[in-house]
């Protein structure tokens, strides 16, 4: 009689001190992955969908609907020897039998050998918990555990208490030497007191906490706080608070009672850009700024507070006073900094590394110059403007507002050269040069922006990988796929053509003698035409397509690509959409395949390269290899004008008319002959067919 399993809940928290806000989130998300991925190996069935992970500034907590009260009973078959003629009495039976704890009487035969099915029982879901539940803390991805007393292991802080609850039931189970209990804790400083909880009930633990004065939800309080920053000011509708996204979730981490405060400042530090008040407000005092219509600062910020104050004053004249050091500081730098002109920086970038074998920021500096220049002439840019925004283009690194707060690095720049009547095509292009700063970010809008952000990543792709520092894995240091997507996204936006291959040379070509690898040009473009391939299938033009379609023509396309050397990134874009609308019909399949046999016969025989021999027509014997010989000449008349217009869609349908002379060739011909001349013809006619059907892409890929 089948008996349906009981289910209880399990609740899991373990309590810390204060975790790190940044990854908060991730974690808790990953504990609860990790207790899902080991009930589910042990056959522990739960409702997933009901499954919660919780995560405060002192806790991480996991609760897991309706869990098996036990595993599953499991059969195991085990496989014994072949069955022979002395039967049951043969040595290799009596062993198998006594290994199985029974008599050769209680043998099975299943096709011809001996077998035992054992039944085996399920364990108590309460007496596997324990061990799971370390066994998914000690799986966190945690980069640097701490370690406290004198225990050997570590968790990302120190822990302070385990509530650990199965049912009713508590769990036996010591994490990190402190034993479970059915003791959890509310907010610190307004609810110290221990909270007892009778079993494990989701909705009892998040009230209990609540009225502790803790929102134990991450998402929960993400909204609240998102609401209280929305709703603060919208009794003055003039106002805005901007919220970054990674702040606000930095902030969700910090505190565990969310309460908004708005606290003003002195009205004078508006004289600062805007960006540094910004970013003083938002790294130093984890502060969301407040801008009115016409996106000017207002003089106020808000912060999140961990706390209820019976004297919210109090709180809010402490954070003003933090905050007017902070922003008196910024003032400070901010005036020093305009003392020296940018072009002064040079000898202190000079003692600035960029990278131990490529030397100096100011060595990086001397090669973006040429760089630069040559890529604005290629653009009809003023090329002696470019070089200068390429000769001031990293002074703002030396300077007191960017060491403060590196994420200014060309805002200053470009700030200060305005202050100092620097030409205004320059300064926007100190800031543009950083730009895309990540996927989907805004381009570079400016000529000399344009050729600067080009120069600085092709720079940095082709130094990194001229010493032979080439991305492994997911270690990235110097952020070279995002500058390889970085130049992708900036030549595609550009009206005009910009070959890559050229630009590439160029580079290599401005680090004088300090690259040490071969062919570096080469293998920066291989990159670069790799990280292609990633750009395309998130395109969103292209998402209507079947991954698996979209993958065979992007691999078309690239394998073209990689044989040319041009790089033109916008021919390439215009083969990859021919493609993609030819793909499906059935010349496309046809040709595609006698592409591969082509490529196949011609490797078979060395020939997979250039071929030198020569196509002699006197010596066809077949209809079908004329047929072939002719269609192939007509096309080498019709496309040349085609390509020339980049109208790769009339070459493909061209290349169409191929499907019947190629079939009947392979159809009635046969290729390798004994006789060596009439071989070599037919080999040189493959060729030609190859060549002709590469005038696209790679049509063997799809």
């Known amino acids: 009689m089948h008996t349906e399993l009981k289910q209880h809940d399990l609740l899991f928290e373990i309590g810390c001190e204060e975790l790190p806000a940044q990854g908060l989130a991730a974690l808790g998300a990953e504990l609860l992955t990790k207790i899902e991925a080991l009930l589910t190996d042990h056959a522990l069935h739960y409702e997933k969908d009901r499954c919660a992970w919780f995560a405060t500034p002192r806790r991480l907590g996991v609760f897991?609907?309706?869990?098996?009260?036990?595993?599953?009973?499991?059969?195991?078959?085990?496989?014994?020897?072949?069955?022979?003629?002395?039967?049951t009495?043969?040595?290799?039976?009596?062993?198998?039998?006594?290994?199985?704890?029974?008599?050769?009487?209680?043998?099975?035969?299943?096709?011809?050998?001996?077998?035992?099915?054992?039944?085996?029982?399920?364990?108590?879901?309460?007496?596997?918990?324990?061990?799971?539940?370390?066994?998914a803390l000690s799986a966190l991805s945690i980069a640097r555990p701490m370690r406290w007393g004198n225990r050997e292991t570590g968790f990302i802080r120190p822990v302070k208490w385990v509530l650990a609850l199965f049912g009713p039931n508590m769990i036996d189970v010591t994490c990190f030497g402190i034993k479970a209990d059915r003791i959890s804790y509310g907010h610190r400083f307004m609810a110290p007191q221990a909270i007892c909880f009778e079993n494990a009930d989701r909705e009892n633990y998040e009230q209990y906490l609540y009225d502790a004065n803790v929102i134990a939800s991450f998402e929960k309080r993400h909204a609240l706080i998102h609401h209280q920053l929305t709703e603060t000011h919208r009794l003055n509708a003039h106002l805005k608070v901007l919220i970054a996204p990674d702040l606000l979730t930095e902030v969700v981490g910090l505190v565990e009672w969310p309460v908004a405060l708005t606290i003003p400042f002195d009205p004078r530090f508006l004289n600062l850009p805007s960006e540094a008040l910004i970013a003083s407000m938002q790294q130093h005092q984890k502060c969301f700024a407040i801008e009115n219509q016409q996106k000017q600062l207002h003089a106020a910020f808000i912060t999140i507070s961990n706390i209820d104050s019976l004297d919210p004053n109090d709180v809010i004249q402490g954070n003003a006073r933090v905050m007017h050091a902070r922003l008196s500081d910024a003032e400070f730098f901010y005036e020093l900094d305009l003392k020296t002109p940018l072009a002064d920086y040079q000898p202190i970038l000079a003692k600035m590394t960029f990278q131990h074998h490529l030397g100096s920021m100011q060595d990086k500096v001397e090669a973006l110059i040429p760089l630069t220049g040559f890529i604005a002439q290629r653009l009809n840019a003023d090329e002696q403007l470019a070089m200068k925004a390429a000769s001031l283009a990293k002074s703002d690194l030396c300077t007191q507002m960017v060491n403060e707060f590196p994420e200014l690095q060309g805002i200053m720049g470009c700030t200060y050269a305005r202050q100092q009547g620097i030409n205004?095509?320059?300064?926007?292009?100190?800031?543009?040069?950083?730009?895309?700063?990540?996927?989907?970010?805004?381009?570079?809008?400016?000529?000399?922006?344009?050729?600067?952000a080009l120069a600085d990543r092709l720079l940095s792709l082709t130094g990194i990988f001229g010493i032979g520092l080439i991305p492994t894995g997911d270690k990235d240091p110097f952020a070279l796929r995002r500058a390889a997507l970085g130049v992708i996204r900036i030549i595609l936006n550009q009206p005009q053509t910009l070959a890559l291959w050229p630009l590439m040379i160029e580079s290599v070509a401005s680090w004088q003698d300090k690259l040490t690898v071969s062919e570096t040009a080469d293998r920066v473009m291989d990159f670069i035409v790799d990280r292609l391939r990633y750009y395309w299938l998130d395109h969103q033009q292209f998402k209507h397509y079947s991954h698996e379609s979209l993958m065979k023509a992007i691999e078309a396309i690239l394998s073209h690509l990689k044989t040319g050397k041009e790089g033109d990134l916008h021919d390439s874009y215009a083969r990859l959409n021919a493609i993609l609308s030819f793909q499906s019909s059935a010349a496309a399949i046809a040709l595609a395949s006698a592409h591969k046999r082509v490529n196949n016969l011609l490797k078979k025989e060395s020939l997979d390269t250039a071929v030198e021999l020569t196509i002699q027509a006197d010596l066809f014997e077949l209809a079908a290899e004329h047929a072939l010989f002719n269609s192939l000449t007509n096309i080498q008349i019709t496309v040349p004008a085609l390509l020339t217009e980049h109208d790769y869609k009339n070459v493909l349908h061209h290349l169409a008319t191929l499907k019947d002379p190629i079939d009947a060739f392979f159809a009635d011909v046969m290729v390798l002959v004994d006789d060596q001349a009439v071989r070599h013809n037919r080999l040189a006619l493959l060729a030609q067919l190859r060549t002709v059907l590469s005038t696209v892409a790679d049509l063997s890929c799809l």
């Open 64 to 87: 897991i609907a309706h869990c098996a009260t036990m595993q599953p009973e499991q059969r195991l078959m085990r496989k014994g020897p072949k069955v022979s003629a002395e039967g």
């Open 89 to 135: 009495s043969h040595p290799a039976a009596l062993g198998f039998a006594k290994s199985c704890g029974v008599t050769v009487t209680d043998l099975n035969v299943n096709d011809g050998y001996y077998a035992y099915t054992q039944l085996i029982p399920g364990k108590s879901t309460l007496s596997l918990l324990p061990t799971l539940l370390n066994n």
């Open 424 to 452: 205004s095509d320059v300064a926007t292009a100190l800031f543009e040069q950083y730009l895309p700063k990540f996927a989907g970010d805004t381009l570079p809008k400016s000529p000399l922006g344009i050729s600067l």
